[in-house]
């Protein structure tokens, strides 16, 4: 193999996941004949994004993800006709469940929100809720919104679809190379320096998701956001659980819930949420463990808050626990843009546990500006200097970030 000493590109791409993959997809598609080279160092969509839940929300109270989400879904119908593959998407629909005062006057500024979007959103009886989703408690006195329109997918699939079309539109994508740190001269960044050797770029994207900080810091920047640990679990199949049941937000409970070919699969917030300095994780994330009982000692410390809307959840077997990384922040914004001090870094980093849904618009937004255009979105509240100078690896950051996902009521 020729390892290559030094070479040229328009744009460097740290990081094969989702929002990485995305980015080269729509910087390819925008701006034929310049060069994008995507590293990843393991294989693509194999950390964060293969292990999402995958909810492609359209519809949340934070309405500046909203566009980016509408994005993907646009996307999507693309990519399927440019790939003549279809990505199987559940349009199952969302049901919201309120039990509580706040929780009801909640649902109800969200359902005004859909309207503000032209989204399809009604209030459906407690008989419907339960002809729709039979192990679903209900009654009459909570409120139940239902948006029709919102899906899942399949979440590894819809990364490697946008790799695969930016590769057919010129995209580079190297796997298996690492990047070691981040090129600079003065305060421009001007490429990366590889196990394969020095690339310098117009352009550098750091999309590393948990690994992000790390490199961030090597060029003097704390990234304000933190690893916090997502986890859910599936259950055995069982005809409680419908294929084409919708999915189901329980603010009350701090829980989500979706159908999974035939078996159900939930997620709870925990009373702690666990979160570690970036410096901590593996190069390989397989090889980190991220509960030595498959979280079931944080589940039986919220079991009883899911088992009122979900009462079967105690007789149920839980076949599969899944857990992985998602950017955490303080706020439950995303946390991304132009990296300041820094000419030509960019970070894409940040995604909340929204990172699938807003994948598309995200993609979209950084291909423009780093190709020196208006971002189409709005970022104000995403703004990577909104916390002031943080210290990304410290114990209080951490603990902020973690308990921001603690906290957190929507899906």
């Known amino acids: 193999m020729v390892i290559n000493t030094s070479e040229k590109a328009d744009v460097v791409v740290i990081g094969g996941g989702i929002f990485g993959c995305a980015i080269a997809y729509y910087y390819t ?17 194999n950390a964060a994004t293969s292990h999402a839940a995958a909810l492609l929300t359209r519809i949340r109270a934070k309405k500046d993800f909203i566009p980016l989400s509408l994005e993907t879904y646009r996307v999507i119908a693309e990519m399927e006709k440019q790939l003549n593959e279809t990505l199987d998407v559940k349009r199952v629909g969302v049901l919201h469940v309120a039990a509580s005062e706040s929780t009801i006057a909640d649902l109800d500024s969200l359902m005004k929100i859909a309207a503000t979007f032209s989204e399809p959103a009604t209030y459906l009886q407690a008989e419907k809720v339960q002809a729709k989703i039979p192990w679903l408690k209900t009654q009459d006195e909570w409120k139940f919104g239902f948006m029709p329109q919102e899906s899942y997918c399949d979440p590894y699939l819809l990364g490697t679809f946008f790799a695969r079309c930016a590769k057919l539109q010129g995209a580079e994508i190297r796997q298996g190379v690492e990047v070691t740190n981040i090129l600079m001269e003065d305060n421009i960044a001007v490429g990366v320096a590889t196990s394969d050797g020095n690339i310098y770029a117009g352009a550098v994207v750091i999309a590393a998701g ?13 990234l304000p956001m933190a690893p916090v ?18 999915i189901v937000i329980l603010p009350d409970a701090q829980a989500y819930a979706r159908p999974e070919s035939g078996s159900l699969l939930f997620g709870i917030r925990e009373l702690k949420s666990f979160s570690t300095s970036p410096a901590n994780i593996p190069q390989n994330i397989n090889e980190f463990s991220f509960s030595d009982d498959k979280g079931t000692g944080d589940l039986a410390a919220v079991i009883d808050k899911l088992a009122r809307f979900f009462p079967m959840v105690y007789d149920t077997g839980l076949k ?19 990296v300041p001090g820094v000419k030509n870094l960019f970070a894409a980093t940040g995604c909340v546990g929204a990172g699938i849904s807003v994948a598309g618009g995200v993609g979209l937004a950084f291909a423009e500006m780093i190709a020196g255009k208006p971002n189409p979105y709005d970022f104000t509240n995403f703004n990577l200097e909104r916390f002031g100078k943080i210290d990304p690896f410290s114990n209080a950051w951490l603990d902020k970030c973690a308990m921001a996902r603690s906290q957190k009521r929507s899906g």
């Open 29 to 45: 598609r925008n701006n034929p004949g310049k060069k994008i080279i995507l590293l990843e160092r393991n294989e693509i969509c």
């Open 229 to 246: 640990r997502s986890q859910y679990w599936i259950t055995e199949r069982s005809k409680l659980f419908p294929v084409d049941s919708p």
């Open 320 to 338: 599969y626990y899944i857990a992985g990384f998602s950017g955490y922040t303080p706020d439950n914004y995303l946390s991304m843009g132009i």
């Open 210 to 222: 948990a690994w992000s900080p790390v490199l961030a810091m090597e060029v003097g920047i704390g």
